[in-house]
């Protein structure tokens, strides 16, 4: 079955730097792209970042600049390199996957940034 399991969040300074992973199974991962969104209290759940299988990419208007989306089709996972951090990027962040038209999602990994 389609697992998806993020890790590297965790409590960082404003400025500061953190690099998520997302460690994929079940799928043919170089095939397909994925995605980084990322949910805060209260506020609707916002895509970050895409990859597609040609490492083609998108970012938010809000993150452009600042974070680099990656994959290494040899470990199947995608990481997100986060710099430049603010405070207004805490939320918890979700590798997400789309596969037969249906959404596969992690349990997400909470960033938090505060002095």
């Known amino acids: 079955q389609v697992q998806l399991v993020e890790s590297g969040g965790g409590l960082v300074q404003p400025g500061g730097s953190l690099r998520l992973s997302c460690a994929a199974s079940?799928?043919?991962?170089?095939?397909?792209?994925m995605r980084w969104y990322r949910q805060a209290p209260e506020k609707e759940r916002e895509l970050v970042a895409v990859i597609d299988p040609v490492d083609t990419t998108n970012y938010a208007a809000s993150v452009e600049g600042r974070f680099t989306i990656s994959r290494n089709n040899m470990e199947n996972t995608v990481y997100l390199q986060m710099n430049s951090l603010k405070p207004e990027d805490t939320a918890v962040y979700l590798c997400?996957?789309?596969?037969?038209?249906?959404?596969?999602w992690g349990q997400g990994t909470q960033v938090t940034v505060s002095s």
């Open positions: 997400n996957v789309w596969i037969g038209g249906y959404p596969y």
């Open positions: 079940g799928f043919t991962f170089s095939s397909y792209g």
